[in-house]
């Protein structure tokens, strides 16, 4: 349950308020200046004596199973700052190559990917893949390539961590990416709930849209409420794409939660000749931004190379975005 106080509400009323909740057996969280949250079974608690309270501008009870990331909670969108970046706010392009493969690449394609319009560059250094023999990652080395990227291009990074155990290792890692195998790995999550970190959580493929939110939730509920969440695409019966990207999905998650929604087209089709509609598609149902593959060399990618773009498709579809972001944002 939420309740709100009047604007200017003197902070030891508030106190008085929550000692008297407290004294009938419930939690009480002071959220920030003039709201609180009352935990428990609040069935149980009258609103209409809750308002009685000469302070109290309103009480909303919160019906869905994920609270903190519900509209509900919170009515304003969340916008998360990175460097210079507002993700939730600012049109944000994620891109950089499916896995670091060495210093020299993933500078190379930072710097392209800049000049073309990103504002977060994406690289993988630990990669969990479907074959034990595919190549699996740089590890720590491709961390640190990765923070050299980030040093020479300005850009902040966004790199997935597929452990509690790494976390260490991604100090100098801005944003935390949770993958598809991973949006369900609940220790996973609850340590980065602990963390001042980004988390950006994929949606699973075969995830519903409540449980990539009870995911979420899992994030908030320790403390850190710094979570954009990706559509990705998610299995369907078609065969002729990798995946299916939920456009709906993007729209309802808008709907539904005050958290940043991006999208990534390169993983939902895997093919590079539908990652422009398809980012358009995204950004146009209300994607804050959107997550792309980008290589310089893709035929000769040690992963994932056809579905990642050139620089210069990266350009184009950056300018058609900025062309859509002025009508939706």
């Known amino acids: 349950m939420i309740v709100v106080f009047k604007k200017d509400t003197d902070a030891a009323y508030i106190g008085s308020f929550e000692k008297y909740i407290k004294s009938l057996g419930f939690d009480v969280c002071v959220l920030g200046g003039n709201t609180a949250e009352i935990k428990g079974d609040t069935a149980l608690l009258d609103t209409e004596k809750i ?12 019906s869905s199973p994920y609270k903190k990331v519900s509209r509900e909670y919170r009515k304003e969108d969340t916008v998360i700052k990175v460097g210079d970046v507002l993700i939730g706010k600012d049109l944000t392009v994620m891109a950089g190559p499916c896995s670091v493969e060495s210093e020299k690449q993933i500078i190379e394609i930072a710097s392209a990917a800049k000049k073309a319009g990103a504002s977060v560059i994406r690289g993988g250094a630990f990669k969990p893949r479907t074959s034990p023999y595919s190549f699996q990652g740089l590890g720590k ?11 020479e291009t300005g850009l902040p990074v966004v790199s997935e961590i597929i452990s509690k155990d790494y976390l260490d290792e991604y100090a100098d890692i801005d944003i ?3 993958g598809a195998r991973n949006m369900q790995n609940y ?13 950006l959580l994929k949606r699973g493929m075969g ?28 299995k369907t019966f078609e065969t002729m794409t990798r995946n299916t990207l939920d456009v709906s999905a993007v729209a309802l998650l808008k709907k539904l939660t005050h958290l940043p929604v991006v999208a990534d087209p390169s993983h939902a089709c895997g093919m590079s000749s ?3 509609p398809l980012s358009l598609a995204a950004v146009s149902a209300g994607a804050s931004g959107i997550m792309l593959e980008v290589h310089t060399n893709p035929e000769y990618a040690f992963s994932d190379g056809a579905q ?5 498709e990266l350009k184009e579809i ?5 062309n859509i972001w002025q009508f939706v944002k």
């Open 141 to 151: 080395d491709g961390i640190k390539y990765l923070v050299k990227a980030k040093q």
């Open 308 to 312: 990642a773009v050139k620089p210069e």
């Open 318 to 322: 950056t300018d058609a975005l900025k």
């Open 176 to 178: 935390l990416q949770v």
């Open 51 to 62: 308002k009685s309270f000469g302070m109290v501008e309103s009480v909303t009870r919160l």
């Open 187 to 199: 220790d996973l999550l609850k340590a980065l709930g602990k963390t001042d970190k980004p988390v």
């Open 207 to 234: 995830a519903s849209i409540e449980e990539l939110l009870m995911s979420a939730e899992y994030i908030l509920s320790e403390g850190n409420g710094k979570v954009i969440l990706c559509e990705r695409g998610i």
């Open 274 to 276: 539908l990652v422009k």
